[in-house]
């Protein structure tokens, strides 16, 4: 009988090995497998999918920070050679100047957002988190974009209460002035921005209305993408990096917040924030994109 037994349980551990081998680890999805087995390779499957998506986001992301740097790096240069061989005429020097200034701006912040983005990537968790007013942060953020929002006479009205979270208060402020900036160079001339911090039941709201070129309905999802643009052309005006969203869903995402967008073509964006009352137990970083 024990010999019966042991040679059931041999052809049994062979049938299963056969059937493990025979799989091809690519296309486990369309594989016949034992239904006793079908969770042990679905998380396989899964483990699979996850890494080559990483790894095109990867890929993506080398290809366009290349590109990006690339383009302003050939700017400057182009000018400066200009100016250094004696090409440029002098009445064309300041203008040659005051573009290579530009263009040096726009390398500078896309650094630092690559460098942003890199640390948030690096970090499983929230440094230095307090309990900070998102009023005040706000208010601050608005002080600093005030200046170029008039510059397009566009104007800002604030409507808050103190609202308490438990976060970074940098990351915070980041999220805060992305939000901002982006409202006040995709807003049009004598335009608008409607800005929102309150509690509410089951949080603290935070929110940016815009009255500028809106977002097409099939691109909302994506605009959180790195360097994903919905008009390249006016993103190139304006000079954005691409990367500020990207940041923004970071911090909501490492502080436990979710953030929504709603939008129509040609009359205006609202971004909506919302932190929950208990940010205490903050979020892995490695469930971002």
């Known amino acids: 009988m024990r010999g019966i037994i042991n ?7 062979q049938n299963i090995i056969d059937q493990i081998n025979s799989i091809d680890i690519n296309n486990i999805r369309e594989a016949e497998i034992y239904d006793e087995l079908k969770p042990f390779f679905e998380r396989i499957a899964n483990e699979n999918e996850e890494r080559a998506r990483a790894e095109k986001i990867r890929r993506e992301f080398t290809a366009n920070v290349s590109h990006e740097l690339k383009t302003p ?3 400057i240069s182009g000018y400066a050679q200009m100016i250094n061989n004696g090409m440029a005429k002098p009445e064309d020097i300041k203008e040659f100047s005051k573009k290579i200034e530009k263009e040096s701006d726009r390398l500078l912040h896309l650094i630092d957002d ?5 640390n948030l990537d690096e970090t499983d968790s929230i440094e230095d988190a307090q309990t900070l007013d998102l009023s005040h942060i706000t208010e601050e953020a608005i002080r600093v974009i005030e200046k170029s929002a008039k510059e397009r006479n566009i104007q800002i ?10 976060g970074n208060a940098t990351l915070i402020g980041e999220l805060v002035y992305n939000l901002l900036d982006n409202a006040v160079k995709y807003n049009k001339e004598n335009g608008s921005i409607t800005v929102f911090v309150g509690e509410h039941s089951d949080g603290v709201e935070f929110s940016v209305e815009d009255t500028g070129i809106g977002i097409p309905e099939e691109d909302t999802e994506r605009i959180f993408e790195r360097f994903y643009r919905v008009d390249k052309s006016h993103s190139k005006k304006v000079g954005g990096t691409g990367l500020g969203l990207s940041i923004v869903k970071h911090v909501c995402a490492c502080h436990n917040a979710k953030i929504s967008v709603k939008s129509e073509v040609g009359k205006g964006t609202i971004m909506y924030v919302a932190f929950p009352k208990d940010t205490t137990g903050l979020y892995d970083l490695s469930h971002t994109v």
């Open 114 to 118: 690559i460098i942003n983005l890199s």
């Open 157 to 166: 009205f604030y409507s808050h209460t103190p609202a308490f979270i438990r």
């Open 73 to 75: 790096v050939t700017t």
């Open 7 to 13: 040679y059931i349980k041999k052809q049994l551990t």
